[in-house]
């Protein structure tokens, strides 16, 4: 009976066979790709993609161990060291000031436990927030970053004032990057610390055994280095670059009215020219 | 067209269906090389940069040192010391970068001499004492588009050029210079 009905419909079985053997080796292709797809994905990231990454959340975590270890009185000499010095000057602090201001307000202590932390980001500069509690005080303390892993520690209020203040100043001019960073605040002194890039094809000369290389400009005055930066004229090739520091005798009064501080006598192909970094 | 379609009426249903299943075939085949056609020749910023005169000062040009996008800094810091580890393998081993590389750039530069560059920029990197570090400079007006320094300490020892393709999260290189 199976052979007559066979017999009867050779054709169509013949097309059904066809027909089933071409579908199941498409689903089997198409199986076999989406697999090979996903596991791809999976198993094994191909080498030019990458995982996207919230900088602010690793940082968070990062900034607050750091918060736990330099909020400690023990740990004062360090937190010092990265105290927005504006701050200081602001709230008339010296060293040992400081200290008793920040013990006295409770912004240090041996019982931080930090509770939360805000990200604020202005351009280039990023605010991390963190409220804590010290004792029973709650207060908040500002980690300003304004270069990845490059910051300072300010209890400022005010958030705006953090993005207004200019205690890193960068910027390009004639081929020439500069980062300057303001590193203490005395009385009757202040002290930088400037980067000098020469992104020029030709060296550039500056005489860091001249004090007058590095000048403070204000309306009516023109204050030049306290002591020379080196002991050589220094030549910066091409893609290289300089680290030194620029130690100024100037009153706070004078400071906070000053202009800039100008790079003098740059030496390019045989031709002078100046560099004013606006303060 | 009405030849097309009594072409498709007369036909049996054995060999429709054979249509379909070849018309779908070539469909997937289709857009899988799409996909990667797209992966690769998308960028018309590369399309347009003049390799044999290009140089890291000339390209620097349209570029601004800027960190305002910190998520993509880590992105590239985190490429550029997978790429520094690899630098304790096998030379070959910067090889397998030159499937990053983008398809403009590709017909200019061999995959001899990519990887060639990128191992000579690592050796200095691993050759040196000091300590390494890179700086970020983003194209001006194109925002997917990133030239790294690498320096260490005071000294600037190369470049390279990053495109990222942030809908399906994958990056391509598009230059590579090192001093």
């Known amino acids: 009976m199976i052979k007559q009905f066979l017999k009867d419909n050779e054709e169509n079985v013949i097309s059904f066979v066809t027909i089933f053997i071409i579908i199941v080796g498409v689903i089997i292709i198409i199986s076999m790709w989406i697999s090979n797809v996903f596991s791809k994905k999976e198993e094994e990231p191909r080498i030019n993609s990458y995982t996207n990454i919230s900088y602010s959340e690793i940082m968070k975590e990062e900034y607050e161990n750091v918060l736990y270890r330099l909020l400690k009185v023990n740990n004062y000499e360090q937190l010092y060291e990265k105290i927005d010095k504006n701050y200081l000057l602001k709230n008339n602090l010296e060293s040992i000031d400081a200290k008793n201001f920040l013990i006295k307000n409770n912004y240090i202590g041996n019982e931080i436990e930090i509770i939360s932390c805000n990200v604020i980001k202005s351009d280039e500069i990023y605010i991390f927030r963190f409220y804590y509690k010290n004792y029973s005080a709650y207060k908040h303390v500002n980690v300003v970053e304004y270069k990845p892993n490059e910051y300072y520690i300010s209890f400022e209020e005010e958030v705006n004032s953090l993005l207004d203040k200019k205690s890193i100043v960068k910027g390009e001019e004639n081929g020439i990057s500069y980062e300057l960073e303001l590193l203490d605040i005395k009385t009757d002194s202040v002290k930088f610390k400037i980067n000098i890039t020469n992104n020029n094809s030709l060296p550039i000369n500056i005489d860091f055994n001249d004090i007058n290389s590095f000048t403070i400009l204000g309306n009516e005055y023109s204050i030049p280095l306290a002591s020379v930066v080196a002991q050589d004229k220094n030549e910066i090739t091409q893609y290289s670059s300089v680290n030194k520091e620029l130690y100024f005798l100037i009153s706070n009064n004078d400071y906070e009215v000053c202009d800039g501080i100008q790079i003098n006598n740059i030496e390019m192909n045989g031709e002078y020219f100046d560099i004013l970094i606006e303060l | ?179």
């Open chain 2, 1 to 179: 067209m009405n030849k097309i379609i009594n072409f498709f009426e007369e036909m049996s249903i054995r060999d429709k269906i054979i249509t379909l299943v070849v018309i779908l075939i070539l469909l997937i085949i289709v857009t899988t090389q799409y996909e990667k056609y797209k992966e690769n020749v998308n960028n018309i910023y590369t399309s347009k940069l003049d390799y044999k005169s290009l140089t890291s000062e000339s390209l620097l040009e349209n570029y601004s040192e800027n960190y305002s996008n910190r998520d993509v800094y880590y992105t590239i810091n985190q490429i550029i010391e997978n790429m520094n580890n690899e630098y304790d393998k096998k030379k070959n081993n910067y090889k397998m970068y030159y499937e990053t590389v983008d398809y403009n750039y590709s017909k200019k530069i061999s995959k001899k001499t990519f990887s060639n560059k990128l191992y000579s920029l690592f050796e200095k990197v691993n050759n040196s004492d000091g300590e390494y570090g890179i700086r970020m400079y983003c194209e001006n007006i194109i925002s997917n588009t990133f030239v790294v320094q690498v320096y260490v300490d005071d000294t600037i020892i190369g470049y390279i050029g990053i495109i990222f393709n942030t809908d399906n999260s994958t990056y391509s290189i598009f230059y590579v210079e090192t001093l």
